[in-house]
C-alpha cells in the first residue's frame, strides 16, 4: 500500500510570493491533518480535514489555508510568504477522524523562503 | 504553552542499554498517546501508542509504560541499536495532536 505521498519534495519561494503544497493521504484515509515543523517550535499543527471539511485548525494566522477534495487529496495554501514561514511542512493522514485513529506521515515539504 | 513536555532533549546510550525517554501532560482531555521515530529526511513514522486505560503495551524492542494519575508516558527501547538513532516524538491527542519537542537518540556502537 503506498504511503502518504507528499509533492513538491523541495521549494524555494521568495518573501510576498504564495506556495500551494499537495498531499495525497494512504488509499481509503479519508482525514488529512497538516503540521509545520521547525528546529525552534518543533511540530505544530496547522488544520485537519475531514470529507472535505475543516475540522480543527491551530494557532496560525489566515495566511495558511487548506482544503481537501472529494478524493481526499489535500492541498495548503500559504500567501504573502514570510522568511519565518521557512519550514518542513509535513501532511498525516488517517482513517477516519476518531481520537484514537493512528496518524502516517508523509515524508514532507521542505519550504524555503528568501 | 507547550501541552506535551518531553525530556531528554538528547540521549546517548550504548548498544544494548536501554533507552528511556519521558513525556508529561496535564490536558485530561488527551486519550490517545503515540510515540513517533523521524530519521533526517524523512516524515515522524508511528511506533507504538497506548490509550489511557491501559498501563503498558509492548512491541518488539519497544514499550510504553503509562502512569495515568501522574500524567506521565514513557517510551523504553530494550537493547537499542545504532539503527534506532533517530529523533522521537510523543504525542498526544484531544481534539487534535500535541506533539512533545522532540529527543534525538544516538546509539553508539
Known amino acids: 500500500k503506498a504511503g502518504v505521498t507528499q509533492t513538491p519534495r523541495y521549494l524555494i519561494k521568495t518573501r510576498g510570493q504564495q506556495v500551494t503544497l499537495s498531499c495525497s493521504p494512504i488509499?481509503?484515509?479519508?482525514?488529512v491533518s497538516w503540521y509545520q515543523q521547525t528546529p525552534g517550535q518543533g511540530l505544530q499543527f496547522l488544520f485537519e480535514?475531514?470529507?472535505?471539511?475543516?475540522?480543527n485548525k491551530g494557532n496560525f494566522p489566515g495566511r495558511f489555508s487548506g482544503r481537501q477534495f472529494s478524493n481526499s487529496r489535500s492541498e495548503m495554501n500559504v500567501s504573502t510568504l514570510e522568511l519565518g514561514d521557512s519550514a518542513l511542512y509535513l501532511c498525516?493522514?488517517?482513517?477516519?477522524?476518531?481520537?484514537?485513529?493512528?496518524?502516517?506521515f508523509g515524508d514532507g515539504t521542505r519550504l524555503s523562503i528568501l | 504553552q507547550q501541552q506535551v513536555k518531553q525530556s531528554p532533549q538528547s540521549l546517548i546510550v550504548q548498544k544494548g542499554g536501554i533507552s528511556i525517554i519521558n513525556c508529561a501532560y496535564e490536558?485530561?482531555?488527551?486519550?490517545?498517546f503515540p510515540w513517533y521515530q523521524q530519521f533526517p529526511g524523512k516524515g515522524p513514522a508511528l511506533l507504538i501508542a497506548?490509550?489511557?486505560?491501559?498501563s503498558e503495551k509492548k512491541e518488539g524492542r519497544f514499550t510504553i509504560s503509562f502512569n495515568k494519575s501522574a500524567k506521565q508516558f514513557s517510551l523504553h527501547i530494550m537493547d537499542s541499536q545504532p539503527g534506532d538513532s533517530a529523533t522521537y516524538f510523543c504525542a498526544a491527542r484531544s481534539n487534535q495532536f500535541y506533539f512533545g519537542t522532540g529527543t534525538s537518540l544516538t546509539v553508539i556502537p
Open positions: 498525516a493522514s488517517s482513517l477516519g477522524a476518531g481520537s484514537n485513529q493512528p496518524q502516517h
Open positions: 488509499s481509503g484515509h479519508r482525514s
Open positions: 490536558n485530561t482531555a488527551f486519550d490517545y
Open positions: 497506548i490509550r489511557p486505560d491501559v
Open positions: 480535514y475531514f470529507s472535505e471539511t475543516q475540522r
